[in-house]
């Protein structure tokens, strides 16, 4: 393999740092490198391991689940954290699950979680217990960790697959990508007792020394997540500096039962960590809840910057949300899957009203280019924002929001072909001012053409001292000569344009 150096000052900015230089040192999809053998541990204590290693030679994706567990985090991350074993450590155990117990006629109890020795005893005694007393619990994870992997995993015996899915999200892979997951077939993804939903979100930095801040932290998350510069920025109107970041998400969710009749919901979801810099934009989507009356207190707060974790916590800890809901009932399955599903629905319409948003402001741009483009725009630089949504908003489409991306799809590739056109008419008018100088040289050059030539016959004279009434024919010879060949030029240059003209008058009819 060929490796080629990168400096610091030359990493593309979208480029991960420990992918540089050599991003294949721990092998590709078809051969392993030797250095596997340094994160292999002994599974004999880690029994949802030695599962996942049983089975990644028929499913070959969750190589990279296994891979994942030994190493802490994203296997291509084995060179940074070798070196330090303290954040390694600190990546295998992390843990930050909140458990919500439901019961008929009871209040939601919550359980916090931020030790995987805690988490353990806590399922362990729900296994004892065979499920205990509730009617259905709910795990709500953010990140993911080994410990937490094994914990859940092993009680419950989840579909490995279902981990595998949110470690990282590539929208494409290369040839050799370790991490490269074909896409299932519907068949078998109709059998499965969980799902995933992907979604994007948008946070807004004030300058980029915090969205590079921000970037840098994406690094320490275990799952593999990147903050992308939308590229948009408006001169006009935004705050110079100022970024808005789009950040691809994944979200699983898994539906189990438990107890010796199963008559225990147990459901599990894996959320994204959320960055602490920057603010969500508009500072997040809206409360879907009705506001209280003036003799209600707001029994429901929720802070406006609250990390999706604690929203979906929130969210289902609260539900159901209406008052017509509100009954001794059964604990509805619902429960499980839709507070994540209303929340992402709400971070959807965010991305819509944005993306619809950006769009409009080039719509203006072409409207009243002698406005903006003194700003210090130019149409090239509306053709750039515009490849962002070209090139994004068919990934989203993946994420099955199908109708209003459609819209802005259409509405997209309409921009494109009106600045494609644009910038042609400009081109065009370029084109037509260059010919405009260029006849204003021909007609110069004409004049010059036949005084040019009588002073070259005249010039065949050896004494010009006895030429003085030779200059008086050679003026009464040249004027009227290029006044001719004015006359003659313009004849031909009518006779030239005439057939066209009415040629063009013939096919307006």
């Known amino acids: 393999?060929?490796?080629?150096?990168?400096?610091?000052?030359?990493?593309?900015?979208?480029?991960?740092?420990?992918?540089?230089?050599?991003?294949?040192?721990?092998?590709?999809?078809?051969?392993?490198?030797?250095?596997?053998?340094?994160?292999?541990?002994?599974?004999?204590?880690?029994?949802?391991?030695?599962?996942?290693?049983?089975?990644?030679?028929?499913?070959?994706?969750?190589?990279?689940?296994?891979?994942?567990?030994?190493?802490?985090?994203?296997?291509?991350?084995?060179?940074?954290?070798?070196?330090?074993?303290?954040?390694?450590?600190?990546?295998?155990?992390?843990?930050?699950?909140?458990?919500?117990?439901?019961?008929?006629?009871?209040?939601?109890?919550?359980?916090?979680?931020?030790?995987?020795?805690?988490?353990?005893?806590?399922?362990?005694?729900?296994?004892?217990?065979?499920?205990?007393?509730?009617?259905?619990?709910?795990?709500?994870?953010?990140?993911?960790?080994?410990?937490?992997?094994e914990i859940l995993g092993s009680a419950f015996d989840v579909d490995p697959l279902f981990f595998r899915e949110q470690i990282d999200d590539y929208t494409w892979y290369n040839t050799r990508d370790a991490s490269a997951m074909a896409s299932n077939l519907m068949v078998g993804m109709n059998h499965r007792s969980w799902f995933r939903v992907r979604n994007a979100r948008l946070r807004y930095f004030e300058s980029k020394d915090a969205f590079e801040k921000s970037r840098h932290e994406t690094r320490t998350f275990n799952v593999s997540r990147r903050h992308d510069n939308d590229e948009n920025h408006w001169n006009y109107k935004d705050k110079p500096g100022s970024i808005v970041s789009m950040t691809r998400t994944r979200t699983a969710i898994w539906v189990g039962k438990m107890g010796a009749n199963d008559e225990v919901m147990?459901?599990?979801?894996?959320?994204?960590?959320?960055?602490?810099?920057?603010?969500?934009?508009?500072?997040?989507?809206?409360?879907?809840?009705?506001?209280?009356?003036?003799?209600?207190?707001?029994?429901?707060?929720?802070?406006?910057?609250?990390?999706?974790?604690?929203?979906?916590?929130?969210?289902?800890?609260?539900?159901?949300?209406?008052?017509?809901?509100?009954?001794?009932?059964?604990?509805?399955?619902?429960?499980?899957?839709?507070?994540?599903?209303?929340?992402?629905?709400?971070?959807?319409?965010?991305?819509?009203?944005?993306?619809?948003?950006?769009l409009s402001q080039i719509e203006w741009e072409l409207e009243k280019p002698s406005l903006f483009r003194s700003q210090g725009d130019h149409i090239d630089t509306s053709l750039k924002r515009l490849h962002t949504w070209r090139r994004v908003i068919p990934v989203f489409r993946e994420m099955r929001v199908q109708r209003a991306l459609d819209e802005l799809q259409s509405r997209v590739d309409r921009l494109s072909s009106v600045v494609t056109a644009e910038i042609s008419i400009e081109d065009a008018r370029r084109g037509l001012e260059e010919n405009h100088n260029l006849a204003r040289l021909t007609w110069l050059a004409t004049i010059f053409i036949p005084l040019s030539y009588v002073s070259g016959l005249f010039s065949m004279a050896e004494d010009i001292s006895t030429m003085r009434e030779t200059f008086g024919w050679y003026f009464a010879a040249a004027l009227p000569l290029t006044v001719i060949a004015m006359v003659v030029a313009s004849g031909v240059g009518q006779s030239w344009w005439k057939p066209k003209s009415s040629l063009a008058g013939q096919n307006g009819q």
Request: with cysteine.
């Open 1 to 149: 393999m060929t490796t080629i150096n990168v400096t610091q000052d030359e990493r593309p900015k979208k480029t991960l740092p420990y992918t540089l230089n050599d991003p294949y040192y721990i092998g590709d999809c078809y051969q392993p490198s030797e250095v596997v053998r340094e994160w292999e541990i002994d599974s004999t204590t880690m029994p949802y391991l030695a599962h996942i290693k049983s089975l990644r030679s028929s499913w070959k994706p969750l190589r990279q689940l296994a891979d994942f567990m030994e190493v802490g985090t994203e296997p291509v991350r084995w060179r940074d954290v070798k070196n330090t074993p303290g954040e390694r450590e600190e990546r295998i155990t992390r843990t930050n699950v909140t458990c919500l117990e439901f019961s008929v006629g009871k209040r939601t109890s919550k359980s916090r979680f931020e030790n995987s020795r805690d988490l353990k005893n806590y399922v362990d005694g729900l296994v004892r217990a065979n499920g205990g007393q509730g009617a259905a619990r709910i795990f709500v994870v953010e990140d993911l960790s080994r410990d937490v992997v």
């Open 266 to 358: 147990v459901g599990i979801v894996l959320v994204d960590p959320t960055v602490e810099g920057g603010k969500p934009l508009w500072y997040g989507h809206v409360n879907w809840l009705l506001p209280p009356g003036m003799e209600i207190a707001n029994t429901n707060p929720i802070a406006s910057d609250a990390t999706l974790f604690q929203e979906i916590i929130h969210w289902t800890e609260t539900y159901p949300w209406f008052e017509s809901a509100k009954r001794d009932t059964p604990i509805d399955t619902r429960i499980i899957a839709k507070p994540t599903l209303f929340t992402i629905c709400a971070e959807w319409l965010v991305v819509c009203d944005y993306v619809k948003a950006r």
